[in-house]
């Protein structure tokens, strides 16, 4: 029936089948009918192929993303994941697709492992083996848990890469040369997550560097050509990456996500980076615990916990261990240089991993304190480093396995032993990772059916205009994790089905505006001022809100706010209803600003100072409505300036490092102040709020006597100075951690693991309380005040010491809405702290907060901290943010705001006309970024109308200003009709897609030259 040949070559490629037969069983085994798996950290280009394709293409201003941001990725390098996915969904459901692309990519790793090691040992059955290895071990098996394509993808083309590299240096020709250019192609999705593509350059240059020291003039020309082809294939993305890397890297490091997750993350790393943890695979993935579909706090990985505690997962993984290390150990002993390059991976890949072993520790320790986006980048050492860890781990494994066979053979009597000895390593691999093969190989929660009233909701927003910007609501935390009632949980998947910007929490760590605008849209929701909740839709130009009631807030349900949001939303006439489908509401905002594609004009701006980095209330904006701020601009000087709010912001949710304002203790009272410019000296001081009663002594033992404090303002040319008392009475409370009984006991929020202690320690000016936790949270200190009135702000005083470890984690919880109010932590140096917080007013009906002190220790490390005296005093804080300075007899003009005519096809590209010679700022409400240039001219021509000509035959328009603190405006001179505005970024990405079309066409030639002669 079948020919000699289709024998011969199923024979020689049993082992190729038995890996597909393999990953055919775990899709069997894992694949539920019907199902989606999304969630987590997901790509979905399936859901809107063109949007992903513009957006890979064009990918260096990302528009979609709230009010946009420069890629502090590489979202270009996505583009050819997109093809692939969309080649899929030709033949196969939508829901289907991902499945089929990540056990493709696990499938393909394997089979890469298998050509690599049967290159590198020569045997059959040890390189079947390392592939087994590198698709079933625990490492593989946490990479793909909760997938993301990115590591899927990197999981894949690794080995390919490695032998691909390798051919080429070896043989030097031209096809593998080809070769190695087509795999680094495949391999670019690789890069969405710039730090994976550097663990792959490690292995590039583990195994160039060795080839240069064994021949240098052999190899340097072919050593070249490789950097070339891997450079310049990527340079569409690595380009315009690295000259993002000044702005986003601090960007990334200053936003409150990382600010709250970094260190622990990493410490949770630490947790695992033990020798034998190591060694067998056990990664901080195993640790992480999240809300189950019963609304409490477990394992994402429970299974997999349990079951490697079991002599079947610890037997195997023991012995697999020893023939790695022997493996290793040959390729040492022997002096196998072919295996070099993958010893030096190994060894680069363990010294990131084992970040808890003696001397590494410390090492680690040394990079991330002196480089601080280093730090940042790699805070996830085990998703980086271990799947070449895995990689170089597959290849010992086969040659110590290859040793034992050998063995095996050489002193077995029995026939047929390495037959007996491959079933036996095979059942070892069976039981070793049994889970996967029970339906465990990804996380049940991701296994979804989503509700078509989500897709409805997409198909509603096809049919709108693409360049207006949503808004979704409930957002209950400052967390970017989402968690719907149908079961999803993960950063988002709305975002990649429609078109239009999508303002979500998803974001923030690469944007300070769209942080901001959570702060901002947070304070005016949940103080519930109706009227700073519709300026805020106004100030970032929003058209849109979707209104998701499936969303859930596990920790607290009722901090989502439904019944509050849905009431101002009816109340006002701002917004109405468009589309309801199911449990989703489109609402359409009414704008007064007639923005166009992004873009209007506006006249009279008045320049507002100082321009603040972080708030959740402008008042300036409340005031004057659209405004340009002071120093963004050159030409304006302190005279131009219309008005000057010395304590616009008084927010303290991040770091004490990011406070804009001081505050002096006096002992009975505060004093807040401010230097301006001298050249305010003559200016008046504005007191808004002046009558406004915020400060109140009520008598504790007689209410109905008060008295009403008015804060002692003065100007003295150079300083504004705010002094008030600290008011005795109801509305204060000063708190000794040492006395107080309720926080007397350890307590320990983390009921699972862990110790927690409490000591009073004598220090020379008195005593302390210090919290003492090992693997555990020590949430003892909590003081719960349930008299104070929302309707006023507050200043609360922490004195504080970090001893050991984590500093506290400080949070406010807000008694009626049952969430954080302020989250941050406290400073981590070692001498003693005070550290000044400000509750902002908040709902007028409401009572009651909560100060939390959590001290919190990950691992087997002690967190000690001290606490010494917290208090919260009244604070004039509608008066404070209201006051503003101004030229004394200032008028100000009209605001005229106007639409213009405005063409944007591309994300970075805008061609404004104006109706009539015009003068005034022009807007364009994106986030503000230096790399915005607007040209004035006509760049039409008569045979195309290409607008990335500007720059050559316009003229810039050097006035370049931050509007409302957050978006671009353009100071227009006179007679101004042709406005084209470009994103200059973006020109790195075309160079680089010249760059590699060009070095293709350079490989390709000579081989079509050679076919046709």
């Known amino acids: 029936m079948y020919s000699a040949q289709t024998r011969t070559f199923f024979c020689r490629n049993i082992p190729i089948f038995i890996l597909?037969?393999?990953?055919?069983?775990?899709?069997?085994?894992?694949?539920?009918?019907?199902?989606?798996?999304?969630?987590?950290?997901?790509?979905?280009?399936?859901?809107?192929?063109?949007?992903?394709?513009?957006?890979?293409?064009?990918?260096?201003?990302?528009?979609?993303?709230?009010?946009?941001?420069?890629?502090?990725?590489?979202?270009?390098?996505?583009?050819?994941?997109?093809?692939?996915?969309?080649?899929?969904?030709?033949?196969?459901?939508?829901?289907?697709?991902?499945?089929?692309?990540?056990?493709?990519?696990?499938?393909?790793?394997?089979?890469?492992?298998?050509a690599l090691t049967k290159k590198l040992l020569k045997n059959t059955y040890s390189s079947f083996f390392a592939a087994l290895f590198y698709l079933l071990s625990l490492s593989t098996i946490q990479m793909f848990y909760t997938p993301f394509e990115v590591f899927a993808v990197h999981f894949a083309f690794l080995p390919w890469l490695a032998l691909g590299l390798t051919n080429y240096l070896t043989l030097g020709t031209f096809r593998s040369l080809l070769f190695f250019a087509v795999l680094v192609l495949l391999s670019l999705p690789q890069a969405f997550v710039p730090t994976v593509f550097v663990v792959f350059l490690l292995m590039f240059f583990s195994i160039v560097f060795l080839k240069l020291i064994d021949n240098f003039n052999f190899y340097w020309k072919r050593v070249l050509l490789a950097a070339g082809v891997v450079f310049v294939l990527n340079s569409y993305w690595l380009l315009p990456y690295v000259s993002g890397l000044p702005s986003n890297g601090q960007t990334i490091i200053d936003a409150k996500i990382n600010q709250m997750s970094s260190r622990d993350v990493r410490l949770q790393n630490n947790s695992r980076g033990g020798l034998f943890d190591v060694l067998t695979f056990k990664g901080s993935v195993l640790d992480v615990q999240e809300f189950g579909k019963d609304g409490k706090v477990a394992y994402v990985m429970q299974e997999w916990r349990q079951h490697i505690k079991n002599p079947v997962f610890l037997i195997p993984a023991i012995l697999f261990m020893v023939a790695t290390l022997l493996g290793l150990f040959m390729a040492l002993f022997f002096k196998e240089t072919a295996l070099y390059p993958f010893i030096a991976s190994y060894i680069f890949a363990f010294v990131f991993l084992a970040n808890d072993v003696i001397l590494l520790e410390q090492l680690n320790n040394f990079l991330r304190s002196s480089v601080p986006f280093l730090s940042e980048a790699f805070r996830f050492s085990f998703t980086k480093f271990i799947t070449l860890f895995t990689l170089s781990s597959a290849i010992f494994f086969g040659r110590g396995l290859s040793l034992l066979f050998n063995l095996f053979v050489k002193y077995a009597k029995v026939k047929l032993v390495l037959l007996e000895a491959s079933l036996f390593v095979g059942i070892l691999f069976f039981f070793y990772s049994l889970p996967a093969f029970s339906g465990s190989f990804f996380y049940d929660s991701l296994r979804l059916k989503v509700p078509q009233e989500q897709f409805g909701a997409v198909k509603f927003f096809q049919n709108q205009n693409h360049n207006e910007r949503v808004a979704t609501l409930p957002q209950p935390t400052f967390w970017s994790w989402r968690f719907n009632d149908w079961g999803y949980r993960g950063s988002g998947f709305f975002w990649q089905a429609i078109d239009q910007p999508l303002l979500d929490r998803a974001f923030d760590p690469w944007s300070k505006g769209n942080e901001n605008y959570y702060w901002e849209l947070s304070y005016a929701l949940y103080s519930e001022n109706s009227q700073l909740f519709e300026k805020v839709f106004e100030k970032y130009q929003i058209k849109w809100l979707v209104?998701?009631?499936?969303?859930?807030?596990?920790?607290?349900?009722?901090?989502?706010?439904?019944?509050?949001?849905?009431?101002?939303?009816?109340?006002?006439?701002?917004?109405?209803?468009?589309?309801?489908?199911?449990?989703?509401?489109?609402?359409?905002?009414?704008?007064?600003?007639?923005?166009?594609?992004?873009?209007?004009?506006?006249?009279?701006?008045?320049?507002?100072?100082?321009?603040?980095?972080?708030?959740?209330?402008?008042?300036?904006?409340?005031?004057?409505?659209?405004?340009?701020?002071?120093?963004?601009?050159?030409?304006?000087?302190?005279?131009?300036?219309s008005a000057y709010y010395p304590f616009r912001s008084l927010f303290t949710n991040k770091t004490q490092e990011d406070l804009e304002f001081t505050v002096e203790d006096l002992g009975d009272s505060y004093l807040l102040r401010k230097t301006v410019p001298a050249a305010m000296s003559d200016w008046k001081l504005d007191l808004q709020e002046l009558g406004l009663i915020e400060l109140v002594w009520i008598d504790l033992n007689d209410m109905t006597k008060f008295q009403v404090i008015v804060p002692d303002i003065t100007f003295n040319g150079r300083e504004v100075l705010v002094k008030f008392p600290k008011i005795a009475g109801l509305f204060r409370s000063e708190i000794n951690p040492v006395t107080d009984k309720v926080s007397k006991r350890a307590k320990n929020c983390n009921s699972t693991r862990g110790l927690v202690k409490n000591q009073i320690i004598k220090e020379e000016d008195g005593l302390a309380k210090r919290l003492i936790a090992k693997d555990a949270n020590n949430c003892s200190a909590a003081y719960y005040l349930e008299n104070l009135p929302h309707g006023t702000g507050y200043l609360v005083g922490v004195e504080s010491r970090n001893v050991k470890g984590k500093s506290l984690m400080f949070w406010i919880e807000n008694s009626n809405t049952r969430k954080s109010d302020l989250e941050t932590y406290l400073p981590d140096k070692k001498g003693w702290q005070t550290s000044y917080f400000?509750?902002?007013?908040?709902?007028?009906?409401?009572?009651?907060?909560?100060?939390?002190?959590?001290?919190?220790?990950?691992?087997?490390?002690?967190?000690?901290?001290?606490?010494?005296?917290?208090?919260?005093?009244?604070?004039?804080?509608?008066?404070?943010?209201?006051?503003?300075?101004?030229?004394?007899?200032?008028?100000?003009p009209q605001q005229e705001i106007s639409t213009v005519e405005t063409e944007h096809k591309t994300p970075d590209v805008y061609r404004v006309t104006l109706a009539t010679p015009s003068t005034g700022t022009l807007v364009l409400s994106q986030a503000y970024h230096d790399g915005w240039k607007a040209y004035r001219g006509n760049f039409q021509f008569s045979i195309f109308n290409f607008q990335y000509l500007a720059p050559i035959f316009g003229r810039e328009i050097k006035e370049h200003v931050k509007v409302n603190n957050w978006e671009n405006g353009w100071q227009l001179p006179e007679n101004t009709t042709r406005v084209t505005i470009l994103f200059l970024p973006q020109y790195l990405q075309f160079l680089g897609y010249f760059l590699a079309i060009g070095s293709i066409i350079a490989l390709l030639v000579p081989s079509v030259r050679r076919r046709i002669s």
Do not use: C
Not at 93 to 100: E, H, K
Not at 864 to 871: A, C, E, T
Not at 877 to 888: A, D, I, N
């Open 20 to 114: 597909l037969g393999v990953i055919l069983i775990l899709f069997w085994q894992n694949y539920e009918f019907g199902t989606w798996l999304i969630g987590w950290d997901s790509l979905h280009p399936e859901l809107n192929f063109k949007a992903a394709i513009e957006r890979s293409l064009f990918s260096v201003w990302q528009e979609y993303r709230g009010v946009g941001l420069f890629d502090g990725m590489a979202h270009g390098a996505n583009i050819l994941h997109t093809i692939v996915v969309y080649v899929l969904s030709i033949v196969l459901p939508d829901s289907l697709v991902r499945y089929v692309f990540l056990f493709g990519m696990h499938f393909l790793g394997g089979l890469g492992i298998y």
């Open 547 to 641: 209104l998701d009631r499936s969303t859930i807030n596990p920790p607290s349900p009722k901090a989502l706010y439904l019944d509050e949001l849905e009431s101002v939303l009816s109340n006002s006439e701002k917004f109405t209803l468009e589309g309801e489908f199911g449990k989703v509401k489109v609402y359409k905002v009414h704008l007064q600003t007639p923005i166009n594609n992004y873009v209007f004009l506006a006249n009279n701006l008045p320049f507002i100072g100082p321009e603040t980095k972080w708030n959740n209330n402008d008042r300036s904006y409340s005031d004057n409505g659209n405004y340009i701020n002071q120093a963004q601009s050159s030409n304006v000087k302190t005279q131009n300036l």
């Open 838 to 892: 400000v509750q902002p007013p908040m709902e007028k009906d409401g009572a009651g907060y909560a100060l939390h002190f959590d001290n919190i220790s990950i691992g087997a490390d002690q967190t000690i901290n001290d606490l010494r005296k917290v208090s919260i005093y009244p604070f004039p804080y509608k008066l404070l943010t209201s006051m503003y300075l101004h030229p004394k007899d200032l008028v100000l």
